[in-house]
């Protein structure tokens, strides 16, 4: 009984720290999302768009296309991350 008792408290214990970082990962998706559509108010342009070109070599060298890629691209693991935590989490 004792390690049942046990393994169900080490259980609660790391869905709690999934449950944290579930939520971590959704404001960095929230926060990561925002900075991205400002670069997309900013250059008139859709992250889309933005990438197709980008990796074409179209726009250029500009420091804010750099970031722009950056985001989109840790945007992309930072879903990837928070779907497997989800995962991870259900019953």
């Known amino acids: 009984m004792g390690s049942e008792a046990s393994r169900a408290?080490?259980?609660s214990i790391i869905k709690d720290a999934l449950r944290r970082d579930l939520s971590l990962f959704e404001s960095k998706e929230r926060l990561t999302s925002l900075e991205i559509r400002e670069l997309e108010c900013?250059?008139?342009?859709?992250?889309?768009?933005?990438?197709?070109?980008f990796e074409r070599g179209d726009l250029g060298d500009d420091q804010d296309y750099?970031?722009?890629w950056s985001l989109?691209?840790?945007?992309?693991?930072?879903?990837?991350?928070k779907n497997k935590i989800k995962r991870m989490l259900l019953p």
């Open 66 to 68: 750099f970031v722009w």
């Open 72 to 81: 989109i691209r840790g945007l992309e693991a930072i879903r990837s991350r």
């Open 9 to 11: 408290e080490s259980e």
């Open 42 to 53: 900013k250059y008139d342009m859709n992250s889309i768009d933005f990438l197709e070109k």
